[in-house]
Structure formats: structure tokens, C-alpha cells
């Protein structure tokens, strides 16, 4: 007995030694200028190591606190009250110890515009459910900064030397300003030309359809977007930018931003005149419209449409945007209006651009092909000509009927006019270089295409809370002619000896149209205050005809004589029913949803040209889940899946005979199967605000059932005859992350990010079964630091190691490191002078069969002396490429083929240019905050 009394009194001791040591902390609360005590101010006591909640307590009547019964360490005190800056400030406490921390000031907010110093920490970043929300503030840029400097120095954004920004690992496709489309569909004529002052919070979400986004419930479609929520005090007043600069070899850069904001309204205007190709070429809408309607009707596969391609225009090639590759002029401009009025009841968003673009250029493409007894090589040239003439108008209108239902209208449409010119040589030769195929093609085309999208939806909400019904109503028409000339002369060898020639000269006219009406009346039934039951049917029909006549030369030189074997008429005319139903539960921390789609289409083809007609019938199944857990305001984890079936295109199952390329022949299966995609996502979140920290991961899974891949034989003279055919085995995973911090002692931002791409390929060559095996992985880091009108440095870099292999030659793998580095940095000297300069230091591991040097360093940089108030004008010479290495590369593998692709480009030059900043804030609205 007595040895467990011992023990208690032991355990008892240490307990209350224990608790003897703990130590407090405390304080009064009061107001610096007015001298006033601060009551029931909140008071928070976090540790310092990982920012964890020890205590929290109010202030009492007469300002003071006492945070007691604290351990021994590092602690945080972190004192809020309304209307003022917040207090932080850091402590260590010993054993049985009490620290005073005596009057404790704190400053209004209004006085913190008059440049009162405080010190103080607003959480930088905070994520609301699937939203990632920076304060634009914490991140210092210099004056008359831009957006995207701006989003640089965000955590888990990355925006390269072309403007195009990625976002938590995706391509970012919209930029919004105050929730409003800005231009549409150019991210960046917002962040190069917007300031970044202007910009009180950055939010990086993906932005759902219009009906998903009121009904709550995923509906597939989502597209990465940025949404820049102004400063209250900047949406009165214009602003705007003129840059004009001109130097060696003919290059010029101008350019003209005006804005003019009024409180809800938004109006403003651009033009740019380049040839730098820096400027005024990231339209996006090519997504939207499609170069040849009917060479790709794919109205979102997810969204269980049939997939209808293969007729399009076998002469142009060309998607009507600069890539990069040769050398760019464009023109274009453009007008933006946005207004609500009647209490926000009606809004109005309005665009305008007009664009030509002449590019021109060549390139040289060195392709290896691997087959099970041997391989290829294939070599070939381009130059080319490209020109287009481009008009595009979009609106949307919303009307709020009453507290209940709404309207909103969106309406886009345009012209293109097209000329393309392109010259292409080619040649293939035998592993022991042996020549086995020669080929000469020239083509030339005229395309005009006019395009008319609207969509429509009515939402109304019934008088049970939560019982909703929407109808949404969308169309689609493109009409495109096209006309032009294919000449291609073709050789083929035997045992080094010419064996065949094929020469073809034919006049070529194409003209299609195509007509979509999709409709979706959804309904949502509350089950509780926290759950629903969505019900949706829709009908699509879609009506296309696409006509192609080839004509030969006659006895008296004239393109008169049909070719009935290159020529078709075809009508396509697919008509659909769409239902489904799924469950949402959507609680404080948690939200899941569940359902699926089922689309059952009847899809008729004739070809008047021949009389003959083919019918097809066939159901989809769009099954989907989402998950959301949030642990805390700023930790959340996601969970997606979603899966849909997938018929075979008209190309796939009867492809349109073409002579444009006789070295790569289709030819159908009337067999093929439909494959089924299944597709999962998990993505993590997590900031800590004292620390400044921030973690970003993701992963993506998926694998296809019944993949509809490719089966390839090649024969003696290297001619590639592929068919479709169904395997399984393809599958692909990702993972991606992003991890930041600032170190506060140094006043640098540092980051690291990292991904892992695999992607497996089955498909048949020469009658053996294929699988190529591809890897990615990438390490990378970033930082940061700056001091205001001194300096500006940063600094990333990455390493990627690429390998694949097939498996019907495992002696061949393809095995390669690239390095990119870019250092940049700005430093502002006295007298107003500023020089930047930034790097792109790009490495490049030969290869067994690319073995020349691929590496460059593209080293850009200017100097510029700034005049006038706020430094608003600057005037700078400019570099660019100074150490003249900028040489066009891509490389790729893909299945068993792998290429190099080096074309012209722009190189170095020097500018003389000046750039005016210009502003003049409104009057302030009754009752805005400045």
C-alpha cells in the first residue's frame, strides 16, 4: 500500500511543481492619440513555433488584461479592435515568471494614411472555401507598378516572360475586375496595364458556369480565373498609359491604355502598334470559337456532347495566333463599358476588339520514329506566310426581376479574314540513314468565317428557402468558306533506287456551317436546411453540313475537273436528351455532392455527294462527386471525380479521305467502342498568418477504359497508315506543390515548388502492342526581397528531368535534363535613374539523337531616368537579347515519337522609348472611403 501512496505523492508533487511554474502575461489597452482606454479588446496569446491558439481573453472595463497559467517559451500577442491597426508583438516567458507589458498603444486606421509607423501584421492571404484571397497590400511592388508585378510575388502564381499566369498549377484563363470581364479574354491587357495600388485583394478561384454557380451544384465546367477587387478609393477618376518606343531593324512598341471609372461605371479604350511580339496577342478566344467549326464541334466532352471532326480545312493549318514562332506585326484596339444601375438591378458589360496580325517565319523539325525492328528519322522545313483581319463584339446583360428571379443575356460573335502561305520540305531516311521518302508541298488558302453565340438563363428562386428552378437556353453558329491550292510532289525510295512519285495540283473550296441549341431546366429540392435534391433534363440538338470539292486541271490548264474521291458533301445532324440527378450537402466545414448524367443521342450522317447515310444511337454516363472539408478559415481540403463515356468522332470511325499529307494515311474502324475517362483531384490548402507561411499541393488520377488510341504500320517507304482502336491501359498522375514563407529577419519572400507528371500511352505499332512509359519531375525555388525606391531583386529557377521509353524498343530511351534560371532585378539610383535587367538562362542535356546545342541565354535589360510628379514619366533604352542567342526550341515525346523543333524568331534589337503613367482620381461618392 504504501508504494502506491508514493507514487500518487510524487506524481502529485511534480503536478503542482508544474503548475507553479507557469507565468502570465499582461497589460492595459489604450488609444495613442485620444489617451483613452480600450475595453473588451480581443487579446490573443499564439505560440510562436506553428502559430497555435494558447489563450485568449478581453481586456475589462478599465483596459487591462491577464493572460495567465501560460508554459514556459515563445508566445505571439496578437490585441485587435475594431477601427484599429492591429497589435502584434512577440514575448518569451521563463519559468514562473509574469512580463509586463505596461500601456499598450493602438492606432486608429485613419491615422495610419497619415503615415503613422505602427507595428502591426494583417493576414496576407486567407482562404475562403475554394477561394484564395491575398491582401495586395502585404506584397511591396515599386510605384507605378502593374498587376502583374503584383502577382510575381503572390504565393502559388507564376507569370512568365509572355504575360500567361499559372495558378495553384494551372493555366489561368480570366482575369476579372470587381467580378466583371475587363476585355474578356486577354488576362493581360489587365495586368500590364491596370497599377497595382489600384488593387485592394487578388482572389484565385475556379469560376463555375452561371447556373452551377446558383444551384451549387458542379456541372463540369470551371476555368482557373483572378478576380482583382479594386480599392474603394480608386473606382472614381481616369488613369491610364501611352508608351512609345521605336529602334534597330525596324522594331517598335506602341501603345495606349485609357480607363475612366465613376463609380459603378467602367469605361475603357486601348490600341497597340508592335512588332516585338511582347504586345497585344494573347486573345484567347480561339478557344471559344475554334479555327474551322466543323473540323472540331467539341462542346465540352464532360458535358456528354458527341464529338464531331475530320471534314475541316486539310489547306490551313494555322489557329489565327502568334505562338511565338517567326516574326509578328500586330494592330489591334478595343473598347470596354460596364455599368449597374436601379440598385443594382440591371448591369452591362460590353466589349469591342479589332486585330490583324501578319506573322512570318520557318522552322526545322528533327523527328525520330521507333518501331519494334528498327526506327526513322524524318526531317523537315517550313517557311511560311500568315495573315488575319479579326472583328469580335460580346455583351452580357443581367436584369434582378425582383428578390426572386433574374435574367442574364450574353451574346459574342465575329468575323475572321484569313490568308495563309506555307512551303513545306520533308524527308525520311532509315536507321542506317538510307533515304527513304522525299516530299514537296505548297499550299495556299482565303478563309472568312462569321460566328453568333448567345446564352440565356432565367433563375428563380420559389418560397420554400432553397427550392430553386433555372433554365438555361445557349447557341451556337459558325458559317466558314474557305478556298486555295495544294501542289505537292512526293518521292519514294527502294534500296537507295527511286521506286513511286505522286504529284497532286488541285484547287480546293470548302464551306460548312453548323447550328447548336442546347437547353438544361434544372430544379433543386431542400431535404433539410443543410441538404438538396438537384433534378436537370436538357435537349441539344446539333445540325451541321459541311461541303469539299477538290478539282484537278483540265486539258486546257483550268482547275475544272472534279476529283470525286477527295470531294464530299455531308450533313451531320445529332439530336440528344440530357438528365440527371444528384445530392448536396453543404454545412459550415463540410460540403459534399454527389450524381450523375445519363445523355442518350441519335446521331444521323449522309453523304449527298454519294447517297449513302449512316446512323448511330448510343447513351453517356456523366457520374461526379465533390468533397470539401475546411479545418479552419485558412486550411482546406478538396476532393473531385468525375467521369463520362466518350463516342468515337465521325474522323475516328469514317475519316474524310484527304491527299494533303500521303504520308500519313486514316482509315477508319467501324468497330470502335466507346471509353470511358474517370478523372480524381485532391487538392490542400493552408496558411498560417502570424508566420506568413503558405502550403498549396495537389494530385490528379486518371486512367480511360476502353481508350480509344491509335494503331500505326508503317511500310518500306515510310508511309504511316493509322487506325483507331480500343486498348486499355492508359492512364496518367500528377502531383504538384507549392510552399511559402517570408523570413521576417531578412524581409524575403521564399518559396519552392515542385511537380510530378507520369503519363503511360498503349497503342499498336506494326502490329505489336505498345506502351510508352513518360516521366516529368521538376524541382524549383523563387525569391524575393525589395526596399522601397532602392531595390527589387528575384530570383527562380527550376531542374526538370524528362525520361520515356516504349516498350517495343527497350534499348531506346529518351533521357534529358533542362535547367531554367531567371534572375532579375531593378535598382533605383539617384537623380531618378532605374536599370532593370532579367535573365532567362535556359540548359539543355543533348541527346543520343539530339546532340547539338540547345542552350541560350536570353539576358533583357533597360535603363530609364524618370521626370515629372510621382515619377510618372520615364524614358528608357532598352535591350532586348543582348547576347543575340535566342534560338526558337521545342522538344516533345509522345508515345514512340519524338521531336525537335527549332524555328525563327525574334532576336536582339535596341529601343528607344518613353512611357507615360497618367491619373487623376474623382470626386469622392457620398459616403466612400477613400
Known sequence: MKKPIAILTIVLFASLKTYAQHSSISGTISDTTEKKILPNSSVLILRKADSVLVFFTRSGRSGEFMATSLPSGKFIVLITYPKYADYVDTVSISDSSTVRLGIIPLTQKAQLLKEVVVRQKIGSIKIKGDTTEFAADSFKVQPNATVEDLLKKM????????????????????????????????????????????VDKVQVYDKK?????????DDGQKQKTINLK?????????????????????????????????????????GIVSNTGTSGLNWQDQNNYGDNPL????YDQNNGYFILEGSGDELDSWNGQY????????????????????????????????????????????????????????????????????????????????????????????MDHKTT??????????????????????????????????????????????????????????????????????????????????????????????????????????????????????????????????????????????????????VFNIFTHRAGASYSLFQKKFKFSIGSDAGFANFNQKN?????????????????????????????????????????????????????????????NPNLKPEFSNNMSLSYNDYKIISDRFIWASANYSFIQNNISTSYYVDSFGRRVNQSVNLNGSKSFSVNGNYGIKIRKIDTRLGFNGNYNF????????????????????????????????????????????????????????KYWTFDINPNFDFFLPLKLQVHSDCDMNIRQKTPVFNTNTSVIIWNAWIGKKLLKNDALIIKIIGNDLLDQNIGFSRSVNSNFISQNTYSTIRRYFLLGITWNFTKAGTKMPGQSE
Open 608 to 668: 449527298e455527294m454519294t447517297d449513302s447515310a449512316a446512323h448511330r444511337s448510343f447513351v453517356n454516363w456523366y457520374p461526379q462527386t465533390t468533397l470539401m472539408y475546411q479545418f479552419s478559415q485558412s486550411r482546406s481540403i478538396h476532393f473531385r471525380y468525375n467521369g463520362y463515356s466518350q463516342q468515337p468522332s465521325i474522323q475516328q470511325i469514317q475519316p474524310v479521305a484527304t491527299n494533303k499529307d500521303p504520308l500519313n494515311i486514316a482509315i477508319g
Open 209 to 217: 458556369s452561371d447556373q452551377a454557380a446558383f444551384t451549387g451544384i
Open 759 to 814: 503519363n503511360r500511352n498503349v497503342s499498336i505499332v506494326n502490329n505489336i502492342l505498345n506502351t510508352t512509359n513518360s516521366n516529368n519531375y521538376t524541382m524549383g525555388m523563387n525569391l524575393s526581397k525589395s526596399k522601397e525606391k532602392k531595390y527589387e531583386l528575384n530570383l527562380s529557377a527550376s531542374a526538370t528531368y524528362t525520361s520515356s521509353y516504349s516498350t517495343v524498343q527497350q534499348g531506346i530511351a529518351t
Open 155 to 198: 504565393p502559388g502564381i507564376q507569370v512568365d516572360k509572355n504575360g500567361q499566369i499559372t495558378a495553384q498549377g494551372e493555366k489561368v484563363q480570366k482575369i476579372l475586375v470587381d467580378g466583371e470581364e475587363f476585355f474578356g479574354d486577354d488576362p493581360t491587357l489587365v495586368t500590364q496595364n491596370l497599377r497595382a495600388d489600384m
Open 421 to 570: 502561305y506555307s512551303v513545306d520540305s520533308t524527308e525520311a531516311r532509315a536507321s542506317d540513314s538510307a533515304l527513304i521518302n522525299q516530299g514537296f508541298n505548297r499550299t495556299t488558302s482565303t478563309d472568312d468565317k462569321h460566328v453568333v453565340n448567345s446564352n440565356l438563363l432565367w433563375r428563380k428562386k420559389l418560397k420554400k428557402k432553397g427550392r430553386t428552378l433555372s433554365f438555361n437556353l445557349r447557341e451556337n453558329y459558325t458559317a466558314n468558306n474557305s478556298s486555295g491550292f495544294l501542289y505537292a510532289d512526293n518521292y519514294f525510295y527502294a534500296g537507295g533506287s527511286l521506286s513511286q512519285s505522286q504529284v497532286t495540283d488541285q484547287y480546293k473550296t470548302n464551306q460548312s456551317k453548323n447550328l447548336l441549341l442546347d437547353s438544361k431546366l434544372t430544379y433543386t429540392e431542400p431535404l433539410t436546411k443543410v441538404s438538396s435534391l438537384i433534378f436537370n433534363y436538357g435537349i441539344v440538338v446539333n445540325n451541321s453540313n459541311s461541303s469539299v470539292s477538290s478539282f484537278n486541271k483540265d486539258n486546257t490548264g483550268k482547275y475544272t475537273a472534279l476529283d470525286t474521291v477527295y470531294s464530299n458533301d455531308y
Open 230 to 270: 479594386l480599392k474603394e478609393g480608386k473606382k472614381n477618376g481616369y488613369f491610364g498609359k501611352i508608351n512609345a518606343s521605336a529602334g534597330t531593324n525596324g522594331y517598335h512598341d506602341n501603345q495606349l491604355m485609357f480607363n475612366h471609372f465613376k463609380d459603378k461605371q467602367k469605361f475603357a479604350l486601348y
Open 323 to 414: 505562338n511565338g514562332q517567326g516574326y509578328p506585326l500586330v494592330q489591334t484596339g478595343g473598347l470596354h463599358y460596364n455599368n449597374k444601375w436601379n440598385d443594382d438591378k440591371q448591369s452591362l458589360n460590353a466589349n469591342y476588339k479589332i486585330l490583324q496580325l501578319n506573322v512570318t517565319g520557318g522552322s526545322t523539325t528533327n523527328s525520330q520514329f521507333i518501331l519494334p525492328d528498327t526506327f526513322y528519322y524524318n526531317n523537315s522545313k517550313q517557311q511560311f506566310t500568315n495573315r488575319i483581319l479579326r472583328n469580335r463584339a460580346s455583351g452580357n446583360y443581367e436584369l434582378q426581376i425582383d428578390s426572386s428571379s433574374s435574367v442574364k443575356i450574353n451574346a459574342d460573335g465575329g
Open 295 to 298: 473540323g472540331n464541334v467539341d
